[in-house]
């Protein structure tokens, strides 16, 4: 396995869809969590906001099980390629990334968010 | 414009090739490379290691022009959608995520970086 850098004990994760190919989301994972994807085939981070480990899907159901991890030529930024079950955003959207900078939103919402998160701030 | 959260006064810009979809690099800009980029239609990004604002490609020529930028739900993370001019990465592949987490390679060089770049560590 290759040395990964870590900064502050955390690396940037951006996760891809293996299907869409769209981005997902980008998240954060410390050693733990890389170790807990690889062991278990399903997406953990470490959640910056509630210092914890987080896997994705834990409170949804919208688990990622992941096909493959890259890392960058600097050794300082993963890439998960997933399955995505149901959307990844909290927000019911597909991807995180369903907005353009001027505000534009360019996707439609896969599920009402207030059904599937009891806790809105949750799973962030 | 939505208005986007900097830590340390940077965000992290994840760039995905508009044509094969692959996610080719992950940087960082500041404000100021944001400007940059929409005012000239070409990616800038900011060197947290050379402390400045650069332009990809000014020295490889190896320009990403940016189609689409895209926001989070967080606001806190960028996707530019850019055509890639040449190879993303400065190690000659397409993609600085050429290799999986337990070091294959996973891709094939599209140049030679020693004829491309005359100082490696100047573009990366």
Redesign the interface.
């Known amino acids: ?2 040395q990964l850098k870590f900064r502050d004990g955390l690396i ?1 994760v ?1 996760v ?1 869809d293996t299907k869409t ?1 769209d ?1 997902l ?2 998240a954060y994972a410390n050693e733990e969590a ?1 170790e807990l994807t ?1 062991a278990t085939g399903f997406a953990h981070y470490y959640s910056r906001s509630r210092n914890k480990i987080w896997k994705k899907g834990e409170e949804s159901g919208h688990f990622q099980h992941v096909v ?7 050794e300082d ?3 998960y390629q997933v399955e995505q079950a149901g959307a990844a ?3 019911g ?1 597909p991807s ?8 534009a939103v ?1 996707s439609e919402r896969a599920f009402d968010p207030e059904s599937v998160y009891k806790n809105k701030s949750s799973e ?1």
């Open positions: 396995m290759i940037p951006v891809q190919r981005i989301m980008v890389i690889r493959q991890i890259l890392v960058d030529c600097d930024c993963l890439v955003c909290h927000t959207y995180c990334f369903y907005r353009t900078l001027d505000g360019i962030k």
